[in-house]
């Protein structure tokens, strides 16, 4: 008998990420902050990235708020986010992370994660970078004094590089680079056994 293949979409798989940069540089980022709870009725990712950040991203009429970091003109098409500590503390919504990658983010910097936020980053291939406060106000620095500020992520190097030529270590568990250099999810995880399975 023939056995049928079966095709998972998986996540995208994170090799070497080379981007403009966003910085937020604000503690304790709740996932209500990243996308609001009145986002959460859907079961769909979709448009989840267009309301990232909605209530500071928007005015009331829903115009954009043109000192949100995201509406400025150098902020598009970056797929990197720096933060302040504590991001995606408060409630385990997995749309956080869904609205993230949504909106085209790939990796996220902070000096620390919530633990239920690093684990729904990860099933949705979010690398997620901890580095130490100094590292992480220097980026602050230089992104809000350089427009269009761009770092490179590899991720098999464990390595950031700046523009002025600095590269920076990272530490990253080796289960969880696994999943992202091979675009992992929980599904493909267990298909990997598929032998086994059946």
């Known amino acids: 008998m023939t056995r049928a293949k079966i095709v998972v979409a998986g996540t995208p798989k994170i090799d070497v990420i080379e981007s403009k940069t966003v910085v937020i540089p604000i503690e304790n980022i709740d996932t209500d902050q ?3 709870a ?7 990712k979709d448009g989840l ?4 950040f909605c ?9 954009p708020n043109p ?3 995201l509406n400025k003109p150098e902020a598009k098409g970056a797929e990197i986010l720096v933060v302040g500590d504590n991001f995606g503390c408060g409630s385990s919504r997995e749309h956080a992370p869904w609205a993230l990658v949504q909106y085209g983010f790939r990796a996220v910097i902070s000096t620390s994660f919530a633990d239920i936020f690093k684990g729904n980053a990860l099933k949705n291939g979010l ?3 901890k580095l130490d406060a100094k590292t992480v106000d220097r980026l602050f620095k230089e992104a809000e004094a350089s427009p269009g500020y761009r770092l490179a992520l590899d991720l098999d190097q464990q390595t950031i590089s ?8 990272f530490e990253i568990d080796p289960f969880r ?3 992202l250099k091979n675009g992992l999810d929980e599904i493909g995880l267990t298909l990997e056994h598929t032998e086994k399975i059946m």
């Open 34 to 36: 990243i996308i609001p």
């Open 38 to 44: 009145r986002f959460l009725k859907t079961t769909s």
């Open 49 to 52: 990235g267009d309301n990232l």
């Open 55 to 63: 209530d500071w991203r928007y005015a009331a009429d829903g115009t």
């Open 67 to 69: 000192d949100f970091p």
């Open 127 to 129: 690398l997620l970078i």
């Open 162 to 169: 700046t523009p002025g030529g600095e590269h920076i270590s």
């Open 177 to 179: 680079k696994h999943c």
